[in-house]
């Protein structure tokens, strides 16, 4: 882990230091516009009387909002969206972590190899996994399709993501703690649940963040496995086939504003967390 | 082999050495649920795909087990295809290029010049519209490109030109822009991750020896951040080369890329040829990331202690 | 020790937040959308988005207390390999003209006693009679609309009036055209603009000739819509001159804020799709969709779909309510007293040169 030193102590001599650290943020600033302007757009569309978003903007109007509340398809297929986003978490997590600790530690002698396996769902055409799933699902399985494809489908791709994250993250593990902790008397499942796991919990926890927010958007895969239901991304896109009304909009204006609100809430929790694990661990030889 | 094994440290295990049968196994065991869903649902569907690339649709749309190199043939026969993935690569080379760049400005601006807390709370911003939906940040793409839209509205308030530009409506350019848009924070995110485990005062070190800030940033700093580099390259190249919804929204009639190509194929229910071409695009893939294996190492994605 | 304890504890808390908000939603989105009573039930139907209008679901689920579930039809050939891996798991599917036969010789769909229904003395006759869809176990499907792609125009830039295909290809018109995203209907369009009868089973010299046709007409696509609203606000915008389509569009950009346009069939005859719901063979909740349809397809929730779409459709009291209400002018202009038009069109279908066409497609969009 790279130090915390005050910049200014270690910058070079350097004429151009100032300027260029001007202009990185500078850039940094522009980029974020960059990012978020389409977003803007698409919550401004929301609140735009006219029937089909786009410019001009003909009046101001919360009536979209409304009609979002009353659309119970919609509505339906945003509580799939994230029934499945939350069960993809959770198994590609528990999963992913577990053939990740086999992974680095269960002496697999061409691990290049193994890791390219891993890739492979990752870069794969989604195109080509949706058909291949469809096809697989009824002719060779004959599951009916339902959310458990969807799922399915989702952790095809969601489990390699845990698997690379979290195994990067154990090959820099220090085992001496858990030979420190066997000489205390801890047995090695022990030494797992209350040592290792905590300090690669952050690896967990991105490789969660990752599937859910790779399978709330997920579109392609899901059109080909989803049954009679609905997912928030194939509702967008039936309505984009038949012109998007702002409602659309509304559903991603809000469900932006609850990850935001539900993110806040989270980095405040981690920041106040960090403060305290922050200063222990410094006084660690290794991370 | 154990210090391998054993994340660097060269000491040996407490444990003992010989390791029953059924004690691997019992070791193995962890890997059986992720190995079941790499197989189950991902290589024995491909394969039937793969079978499938290999036989014929009949006319009332089955498929049928003719063995048949027609569908492999077709792509190197007829030039579209080739020409098409030509066409990718360079629009996915080039994206990539100008994801890395931008990309890296960010992540090193986050990584050298901004407090720990505030840099994750800057790069959650950055990953924020990816809870949005991609459709919808696509579609707005349109209304800011199009001939009647906000760039061209602006411009012409401006006064700047008289007529809307059509230098964005529809075409290559509109894609690239979308592209780029797309997959800045997958490139963001990839080289923030190597930045942030770099230790500047190295760069200081170098200065202080006598290098110029660029050689410095030449021969320290980028050899360091290489796996960064190539994981950002590899996460926004590849799915490039899958991409179809954004060349149809914002592509115009000739800014079709391969994966559109597929999709025609298996929107009418023409799935052997179709397998044909998505696998030719699969072969390629995989023969990037043998090449490249060596680096594929996925580091925290999101910066956390 | 505290440290472990303030990750574990901290990790614990995201998760358990996770899992609690998720179920939250979940629970409260299952209690919005509490369903009425069991008695009548739900069926699965895969169809177009403009075959019925939610106010009018709602309205039988309260009489009747069937629920139709519908999922997105994207295409003929894509509902048609759908149901052929998922079976039973839909219960009504939409078809165009020709593929419902392909349904049928696929043993997709079973065929209907059309007389049975008491709603089917609404349609005109001859949509009860039409020879495709006739075998001998009874009528393949219940007729709901038709329409002939027409192209439209804009008079202000498109100048002189078109009568032909031969507008769009022309150099003129460079960038202002803009066709929908099915890549074989393109290719019949140019199909039937180079003379052949039936586009969709073309040899390989009617093949070659369109090639060239397609060739021309690349240049001046704007864009490929994805659906008929994308075309309507091209024409509204004005950033396209000419689009195909179904009837019915000038009145959609006209209330889209747009300007006049004008349509025409091309003279050298245009393809076009007339549809029926179909019975999938397999379906468990078969018994749901005659009582359904029988509500689903009364005369004034077919006027209100002619008002809301535009284009006509086969229940002929819908047009005397349409004349009554003061419409007969629209309706007239849509050709909805005329659904004998059907058989001056070349119907949609699954054809022999389909593979060739798609292939041919994307030689020339290709790069």
Not at chain 1, 6 to 21: F, G
Not at chain 2, 30 to 36: E, I, K, N, S
Not at chain 3, 109 to 119: C, P, S
Request: with cysteine; hydrophobic share 50%.
């Amino acid at each position: 882990m790279a130090n915390r030193v005050d910049p200014l102590e270690t910058m070079p001599v350097s004429r151009y230091a100032r300027s260029v650290s001007r202009g990185l943020r500078l850039w940094f600033g522009l980029m974020m516009v960059f990012l978020y302007v389409p977003i803007l757009f698409m919550i401004v569309f929301s609140f735009d009387e006219s029937r089909t978003p786009g410019l001009p903007i003909t009046g101001f109007t919360l009536k979209w909002y409304e009609v979002m509340l009353g659309n119970r398809v919609l509505l339906r297929a945003l509580g799939n969206s994230l029934t499945v986003a939350a069960i993809v978490a959770v198994l590609a997590t528990t999963i992913g972590t577990m053939a990740a600790f086999v992974l680095v530690r269960g002496g697999i002698r061409r691990r290049n190899a193994a890791r390219i396996v891993f890739t492979m769902p990752i870069m794969v055409p989604g195109v080509l996994i949706g058909v291949a799933l469809l096809i697989y699902f009824a002719r060779v399985l004959h599951m009916p399709l339902s959310l458990v494809t969807v799922v399915a489908g989702h952790l095809t791709f969601t489990v390699p993501f845990v698997v690379l994250i979290v195994a990067a993250r154990l090959q820099g593990f220090d085992r001496a703690l858990e030979w420190a902790a066997a000489d205390l008397g801890a047995s090695p499942r022990r030494a797992i649940r209350h040592i290792v796991l905590p300090l690669i919990a952050p690896a967990i926890l991105a490789g969660a963040l990752i599937s859910v927010t790779l399978s709330i958007d997920e579109f392609v895969i899901t059109w080909f496995t989803v049954g009679a239901q609905a997912t928030l991304p194939t509702y967008i896109y039936t309505q984009i086939k038949f012109g998007v009304t702002p409602e659309v909009n509304a559903v991603a204006t809000v469900l932006l504003g609850v990850t935001l609100a539900f993110l806040g809430v989270a980095a405040l929790i981690l920041s106040r967390g960090r403060a305290l694990s922050g200063r222990l661990r410094r006084r660690r030889p290794t991370a | 082999m154990s210090a391998e094994i054993v994340g660097g440290a060269a000491v040996a295990p407490p444990t003992t050495m010989t390791i029953g049968r059924g004690a691997r196994l019992r070791q193995l065991a962890p890997f059986l649920p992720a190995g079941v869903i790499l197989i189950g649902l991902f290589f024995a569907p491909l394969a039937l795909m793969l079978v499938f690339s290999f036989w014929q649709t009949n006319e009332k749309l089955d498929i049928v087990a003719t063995w048949s190199l027609q569908n492999y043939a077709n792509f190197f026969d007829n030039p579209t295809y080739v020409r098409t993935l030509a066409k990718t690569i360079i629009i996915g080379a080039g994206a990539t290029v100008a994801c890395l760049l931008m990309a890296f400005a960010i992540a090193y601006f986050l990584a050298r010049y901004v407090p720990r807390r505030w840099a994750t709370i800057a790069l959650l911003a950055i990953v924020v519209p990816f809870w949005t939906s991609y459709l919808l940040r696509v579609y707005s793409w349109q209304a800011i490109l199009g001939e009647f839209g906000a760039i061209n509205q602006v411009l012409m308030g401006l006064g700047l030109i008289s007529e809307p530009s059509r230098l964005f409506v529809y075409n290559d350019a509109s894609t690239f822009i979308v592209l780029v848009y797309v997959y800045l924070p997958f490139a963001a995110l990839a080289l923030y991750a190597s930045l942030e485990r770099f230790d500047f005062t190295q760069l200081t070190a170098a200065q202080d020896l006598g290098a110029r800030p660029d050689q410095a940033f030449r021969h320290i700093l980028l050899p360091q951040i290489r796996p960064g580099i190539i994981t950002a390259c590899i996460f926004v190249f590849i799915p490039i080369l899958g991409e179809f919804l954004t060349p149809i929204m914002v592509g115009g009639a000739n800014g079709l890329l391969i994966a559109n190509l597929v999709s025609n194929f298996f929107r009418n229910a023409l799935i052997p040829e179709g397998a044909a071409v998505a696998f030719m695009i699969a072969a390629l893939v995989t023969l990037l990331l043998i090449v490249f294996r060596r680096y594929l190492q996925i580091e925290d994605v999101v910066a956390r202690g | 020790m505290s440290t472990f304890d303030h990750r574990f504890s901290r990790r614990r808390f995201l998760q358990a937040s996770a899992a609690v908000g998720a179920t939250v939603s979940l629970g409260g989105i299952t209690a919005a959308c509490n369903v009425v009573g069991q008695q009548g039930g739900t069926f699965n139907w895969m169809t177009w988005g403009d075959h019925y209008i939610d106010s009018q679901l709602k309205a039988i689920e309260e009489s009747d207390k069937i629920i139709a579930n519908i999922t997105e039809l994207a295409g003929n050939a894509e509902g048609f390999a759908k149901l052929k891996e998922v079976k039973g798991q839909l219960d009504m599917i939409s078809g165009d003209a020709l593929w419902v036969p392909a349904y049928y010789d696929e043993g997709l769909i079973e065929a209907i006693n059309i007389n049975d229904f008491k709603v089917a003395s609404q349609l005109y006759p001859l949509a009860r009679e039409f020879k495709i869809w006739t075998v001998p176990g009874g009528y393949l499907g219940y007729p709901f609309g038709w329409s002939p792609i027409s192209i439209y125009y804009n008079p202000k830039f498109v100048d002189p009036a078109p009568d032909s295909w031969e507008v769009l290809l022309d150099p003129k018109y460079k960038g202002r055209v803009v066709v929908e995203n099915q890549p074989e209907e393109i290719v019949a369009y140019m199909g039937k603009a180079s003379g052949v009868e039936d586009p969709y089973n073309m040899t390989d010299d009617q093949l070659a000739t369109v090639k060239g046709l397609l060739e021309q007409l690349k240049p001046n696509v704007l864009r490929f819509a994805q659906q008929s609203i994308d075309s309507v606000n091209s024409m509204i915008s004005e950033e396209a001159w000419l689009i195909t389509g179904n009837l019915g569009n000038e009145d959609r950009v006209k209330e889209g804020g747009g300007p006049e346009i004008k349509s025409f069939i091309p003279k050298e005859g245009t393809v076009g799709w007339m549809d029926a719901e179909m019975t999938v063979k397999e379906g468990a909740n078969k018994s749901l969709l005659k009582p359904f349809l029988e509500k689903a397809e009364q005369a004034e929730n077919i006027a209100a779909n002619f008002l809301a779409q535009g284009r006509p459709l086969f229940n002929e009291a819908a047009y005397k309510i349409l004349v009554n209400s003061g419409e007969k002018d629209r309706a007239d202009r849509y050709l909805y007293n005329k659904p004998e038009t059907v058989n001056s069109m070349t119907l949609k279908g699954p054809g022999l040169s389909t593979a060739k066409s798609i292939q041919l497609f994307n030689e020339v969009f290709g790069a």
